[in-house]
């Protein structure tokens, strides 16, 4: 375990120490990250105005209005990894493109006041709104194992698709593969992610033969920290197939040692 912790750490220090031998400081996207949860929640039905502070609720009432109908879109959708990735793209729209839209720039709201006050919005998010940003996050969850869910399952007129012109400026242009090549991919995901939770029950069902067993301890070990960053990650960002590729090598590590550990123990 102590191995696994020093081989995490050791970049991030390595890269901090680099950074600051250039800078004094460095920026930080919170502030988008918090514009984006408090915009793209306040277009749920459960997202009631009047709970957050004064000085927020005209824009809110807008922004309401704005993705109101994209939780329509999103809730009209049966597939969760599309609804999923669909999703991070508008959250993404709700960090850099809010005070973009029309009926914002009317406004004339002046956004300093968000970022100038993000930790406190942040805990009224958490403070009003706390089911609806654990279901945020764990679309995000999902999202992050959605491979090229759009362009092989939303075949919709544009003009259906609300903020359709945001939304595409959400996303840079990708050299994609063809359907056949990204469903494959996708198969491969959605069968890593079945074998990921089946070893995470494993795990809680047979904590104190875990804690016994040296081989099982390590490989559970994997599996705490691989899951530790991506509920990190779907918590405080968007979902994307690059933040997953981080951890994909001890997925793929911790998955072939799991199904072998049966495959032995049967034989």
Do not use: C
Not at 25 to 35: G, L, S
Not at 53 to 82: A, Y
Not at 167 to 175: D, E, F, H, T
Not at 239 to 263: A, E, G, Q, W
Request: proline share 3%.
């Amino acid at each position: 375990m102590f191995f696994f912790i020093i081989f995490f750490a050791d970049p991030n220090v390595l890269e901090n120490f680099f950074f600051y031998s250039q800078y004094k400081e460095r920026t930080t996207i919170f502030k988008q990250i918090v514009v984006g949860k408090l915009v793209i929640l306040s277009g749920k039905d459960s997202f009631k105005i009047n709970n957050y502070s004064e000085e927020l609720q005209p824009l809110l009432e807008k922004t309401k209005k704005e993705f109101e109908e994209v939780h329509k879109f999103l809730n009209s959708l049966d597939n969760v990894l599309l609804k999923a990735e669909l999703l991070s793209d508008y959250e993404v729209v709700a960090q850099y493109q809010t005070f973009n839209l029309e009926s914002i720039k009317k406004l004339e709201f002046d956004k300093n006041f968000i970022f100038e006050n993000t930790n406190n919005i942040f805990y009224e998010i958490i403070k009003n709104n706390f089911y609806d940003y654990l279901k945020l996050s764990l679309f995000h969850y999902i999202g992050n194992w959605s491979i090229g869910s759009k362009e092989r399952f939303l075949d919709v007129n544009y003009k259906e698709v609300p903020l359709y012109h945001e939304l595409v400026k959400s996303s840079g242009p990708i050299n994609l593969p063809n359907h056949v090549t990204l469903g494959f991919a996708q198969i491969i995901f959605v069968l890593f992610l079945f074998i990921l939770i089946i070893h995470n029950f494993y795990i809680l069902f047979y904590f104190s033969k875990v804690m016994v067993k040296k081989s099982i301890f390590l490989n559970s070990s994997i599996i705490f920290l691989i899951q530790s960053y991506l509920i990190v990650t779907s918590l405080t960002n968007v979902s994307t197939p690059r933040y997953l590729m981080v951890v994909y090598p001890l997925i793929i590590l911790s998955n072939i040692n799991f199904v072998n550990y049966f495959y032995n123990k049967k034989n």
